[in-house]
């Protein structure tokens, strides 16, 4: 059964899925990236909720909720500085504020590359820092489709990060939003449970 799932990831190219999309299912696919890395950051359940009311009003909801959604992140966690808080801060800081397809298309592919660097990191451990070289190498295999020497937890974002995209390209509106984010809410789930059992085996 894993197999299989970890095939149907391989046929897809992460790549050419965001090539393909419009500027609102990149707005989406960006902010739904950053949102999985939350649990990194912070415990509070929402603090980019006005992003993506705005998201569902379109490009004047969008840029109208931008600095709502920043000075909540920065209120949800003020005090935490390292790393992982420090790349998911300028996922939210790097989101244009311009509704054009060009500025939402790199915003969204940093976001991905960001989340699967997040993930890959988590995969290797405490203590276990990846070399850059292995980090580049496994995240142009999953974003290129061929995600061969990547761990559990990447493989799932990779999973998550494609069905995002494909949902977004069916066009559903609202509905599609709603999925999207039922989809990122089971990768936050995962990615607490990850940080949650750190925590333990630090005590």
Known sequence: MRARGEASVASKCLRELIAQTDERGLAASGLACLERCLPLLTSEADPLGPLWAGLAEGAGGWSG???????????AAPEIEDEAAALIRQMLDAAPDDWDVEPMREWADDCSVAALELHHRLDAGPGGEPAASAVIEVLKGCREGEPTHAGPLVTGELRRQIRVLEILAEGEGRLGLRQVQRVSTEGQRVLRAVVSRRARVKR
């Open 65 to 75: 909720r931008l600095g709502e959604a920043r000075e909540g992140l920065a209120r």
